[in-house]
């Protein structure tokens, strides 16, 4: 079993900054790939970004890129997600995600261990 449980969330103005962390705990932790979705108030639940076990890799979704940075301690377990200049369209509760296996994956379906959610919101 891994357990994830995220912080950092809270509300911000448009163009601020915020730092989400997920803290993991459990056997061979260190071997799973994490990622980051998020889910609007009546959307699905989106990919937003990953980094691989080792941490050397990343990915992300588009509508992130050059903003949001993923990274990882190994040390403490932990995955933190940096986000600048943020739109009011990136309000949502964002969540952290573990995974073994192929990577990167960007399909809710194929993870297994998710946290409970920190909400994040992006007043104009």
């Known amino acids: 079993q891994v357990q994830l449980v995220e912080s950092g969330g809270g509300l911000v103005q448009a163009g601020g900054s915020l730092r989400l962390s997920c803290a993991a705990s459990?056997?061979?932790?260190?071997?799973?790939?994490m990622s980051w979705f998020r889910q609007a108030p009546g959307k699905e639940r989106e990919f937003v970004a990953s980094?691989?076990?080792?941490?050397?890799?990343?990915y992300y979704a588009d509508s992130v890129k050059g903003r949001f940075t993923i990274s990882a301690d190994n040390p403490k377990n932990t995955v933190y997600l940096q986000m600048n200049s943020l739109k009011p369209e990136d309000t949502a509760v964002y969540y952290c995600?573990?995974?073994?296996?192929?990577?990167?994956?960007?399909?809710?379906?194929?993870?297994?261990?998710w946290g409970q959610g920190t909400q994040v919101t992006v007043s104009s």
């Open positions: 995600a573990a995974k073994s296996g192929s990577w990167p994956t960007t399909t809710t379906r194929h993870y297994v261990y």
């Open positions: 459990g056997r061979t932790v260190n071997t799973y790939a």
């Open positions: 980094i691989n076990w080792r941490g050397d890799m990343t």
